[in-house]
């Protein structure tokens, strides 16, 4: 199913089942999305408090969610 019409779904109320269905689909999307955003940041050099701000966390927030999950080989800079 294309994003956008999950996302028409999910904002539709006449079939709240298929809606939340929809809801969890876009969390999931969203919830990958935003690891390969940490991944490419951390790439380019950015550290965690940079990181964090532009998602309108704390560094440890951040930092907890994703330090485990980011692919290895990535070279994290430090503070």
Do not use: C, F, N
């Amino acid at each position: 199913m294309e994003s956008s019409h999950v996302a028409v779904t999910a904002a539709d109320t006449s079939d709240p089942r298929a809606g939340l269905r929809a809801v969890v689909s876009l969390r999931v999307l969203a919830d990958t999305l935003e690891l390969r955003q940490v991944e490419a940041a951390l790439r380019a050099g950015m550290k965690w408090q940079e990181i964090a701000d532009a998602l309108g966390v704390t560094r440890q927030a951040v930092h907890k969610k994703y330090s485990k999950r980011v692919d290895p080989s990535i070279v994290i800079p430090r503070r």
